[in-house]
């Protein structure tokens, strides 16, 4: 299995500031190393201050960073100039939905982090660190590490505002609950959504329902509509009423491409 998608790697609190500030170094023309030295710059005063350490919190975060919107892996790469495209004229207040994407398709913990909290506001209201931390050692082991990266990760959903916390330590609400209705960004929505799961296909209704994009409301549409948009996305009908979406295969993303 992709080892992007059994590894944790998400292990620091990621501000929705600082991916802005990635994503628009890159936009702006910056290469790997002036990136990560501006990250450097940026975070020098908010991350590991007086701390020399090579693996300090800043490193760890300037990794996530740039993996993100710097060096995705190779895979991902054209999710990622999408991503970077759509960040060139979305409002500033729908770019968090790229950035989620995105990051949820790099680091797939993100992903299963989401998808629990998503699940449990749906069922009850609230979302407990501690309910969730227990589903995420389930999912991935009984590790001291992955508790630490899902409250890193709890962490950052609430300052992206996203969650809110309650009076009660540990317990959270839904907080911001962003309308998507842009077919290309659902789209892109989609494949990130794919691209963070082990097998290729998903039911539309499942991706467009997912607790894993629990802020956003994505508007519904045929799959015939959403591959339209998408050079990499494909249908298959399954049964009656059921349409699942699939990655293209790489032959034919490039017959459509050519216009074939």
């Not at 500033?92 to 790229?98: L, Q, S």
């Not at 995420?136 to 590790?143: K, N």
């Not at 842009?182 to 499942?206: D, H, K, M, Y």
């Not at 948009?229 to 491409?257: F, N, P, Q, W």
Request: a positive charge; proline letters at 3%.
């Amino acid at each position: 299995m992709n080892g992007r998608l059994t590894q944790i790697g998400f292990s620091q609190r990621i501000r929705l500031e600082w991916l802005e500030s990635a994503a628009n170094l890159v936009l702006a023309g910056n290469d790997e190393t002036s990136t990560s030295y501006a990250l450097r710059e940026l975070l020098q005063d908010k991350l590991s201050v007086g701390r020399n350490a090579n693996r300090g919190n800043r490193e760890k975060a300037i990794t996530i960073l740039m993996k993100i919107w710097a060096r995705p892996p190779h895979e991902l790469r054209p999710l990622w100039r999408d991503g970077l495209e759509l960040l060139s004229f979305l409002p500033r207040e729908d770019r968090i939905a790229v950035h989620w994407g995105m990051a949820m398709a790099v680091y797939p913990f993100w992903g299963a982090v989401a998808a629990h909290v998503g699940r449990l506001l749906r069922l009850q209201g609230t979302a407990a660190a501690s309910q969730v931390q227990r589903r995420v050692r389930e999912q991935y082991g009984e590790r001291d590490t992955v508790s630490r990266a899902a409250r890193r990760v709890l962490r950052s959903f609430v300052d992206w505002k996203v969650l809110k916390e309650t009076s009660k330590k540990g317990l959270y609400t839904a907080g911001l609950s962003l309308a998507i209705t842009r077919v290309e960004v659902i789209a892109w929505l989609a494949e990130a959504c794919l691209r963070a799961r082990p097998n290729g296909s998903v039911a539309l209704r499942t991706v467009l329902d997912s607790t894993s994009l629990f802020p956003f409301r994505l508007n519904p549409l045929s799959a015939e509509h959403l591959v339209a948009v998408s050079r990499r996305l494909d249908v298959l009908r399954h049964g009656v009423d059921e349409e699942l979406i699939m990655l293209r295969t790489e032959s034919r993303t490039a017959v459509k491409e050519g216009g074939a």
